[in-house]
């Protein structure tokens, strides 16, 4: 069974900070590289950070010294910590794979979770 659930975003305003969660099926997130995307508005999904299984992180330039990923291997968790938080990083937040994963043919993602800075 695939389970990729985002939870934790919500209203902040600029400058504040959120932790966000996804539970993933243990299958999935033991043996990927796994990372955190978002989807503002009118735009394309991005990868905004991305952690190896063995612990190796990468973080989008614009995101940098700001979020920070991680993971519970033990617990099957994947993190993103955000920081300083801005209004143009209002967008839907979606945990998968990297890259995403397939199934019968097609990318999957959960539902996301919404996050929205106001100024």
């Known amino acids: 069974q695939v389970q990729l659930v985002e939870s934790g975003g919500g209203l902040v305003q600029s400058g504040g900070s959120l932790r966000l969660s996804c539970a993933a099926s243990e299958r999935i997130i033991r043996v990927n590289t796994m990372g955190w995307y978002r989807q503002a508005p009118g735009k394309s999904r991005e990868l905004v950070a991305a952690?190896?299984?063995?612990?190796?992180?990468d973080h989008v330039d614009s995101v940098k010294g700001r979020f920070t990923i991680s993971r519970d291997n033990a617990d099957n968790f994947l993190y993103l910590r955000m920081n300083s938080l801005k209004p143009e990083d209002t967008a839907v937040y979606y945990c998968?794979?990297?890259?995403?994963?397939?199934?019968?043919?097609?990318?999957?993602w959960g539902q996301g979770t919404q996050v929205t800075v106001s100024s």
């Open positions: 998968n794979t990297v890259p995403p994963l397939k199934l019968r043919g097609s990318d999957y």
């Open positions: 952690i190896t299984r063995i612990g190796y992180t």
